[in-house]
């Protein structure tokens, strides 16, 4: 990344965008949670949902339609505080460890194709937004 890219403004917008990032995904994450059961619903909703808003955000970015300074505040900081890819992975090892074979496949690989999925169909959507000039 290059110094006129760093700017103390940046770095600032990012933590921001981080934070609210982190407290979209607490309040989801919370909304959720009474859902009881041995898959952590709430964290793969949080992980495929901020998929799908990544590939909407690229998706735009790529027609044009935003610009990419979007992607650095909303994709690095928003989505970065918002996803969360470690707590999927210790959730999908704690499953294995509680010998919960089904629902650590469902957490770990259900999560990665499901947010794959959401991705692209993100893009598509960011895409077809542009061309129709919904933005």
């Given at each position: 990344m290059?110094?006129?890219?760093?700017?103390l403004?940046?770095?600032?917008?990012?933590?921001i965008?981080?934070?609210?990032?982190?407290?979209?995904?607490?309040?989801?994450?919370?909304?959720?949670?009474?859902?009881?059961?041995?898959?952590?619903i709430?964290?793969?909703?949080?992980?495929?949902?901020?998929?799908?808003?990544?590939?909407?955000?690229?998706?735009?970015?790529?027609?044009?339609?935003?610009?990419?300074?979007?992607?650095?505040?909303?994709?690095?900081?928003?989505?970065?505080?918002?996803?969360?890819?470690?707590t999927?992975?210790?959730?999908?090892?704690?499953?294995?460890?509680?010998?919960?074979?089904?629902?650590?496949?469902?957490?770990?690989?259900g999560?990665?194709?499901?947010?794959?999925?959401?991705?692209?169909?993100?893009?598509?959507?960011?895409?077809?937004a542009?061309?129709?000039?919904?933005?």
């Amino acid at each position: 990344m290059s110094a006129s890219v760093m700017s103390l403004s940046v770095v600032l917008m990012l933590g921001i965008a981080g934070g609210l990032g982190a407290v979209a995904r607490f309040m989801l994450d919370g909304f959720i949670s009474p859902i009881r059961g041995v898959v952590p619903i709430g964290t793969m909703a949080v992980n495929i949902s901020g998929s799908l808003v990544l590939g909407v955000l690229t998706g735009l970015v790529l027609a044009v339609a935003l610009p990419s300074s979007w992607l650095l505040v909303g994709g690095t900081g928003f989505l970065g505080g918002y996803t969360t890819f470690s707590t999927a992975s210790s959730e999908t090892v704690r499953l294995i460890q509680a010998g919960q074979t089904r629902a650590a496949l469902l957490s770990g690989v259900g999560t990665a194709l499901a947010a794959l999925a959401a991705a692209g169909l993100g893009l598509v959507i960011g895409f077809v937004a542009a061309r129709m000039g919904g933005l």
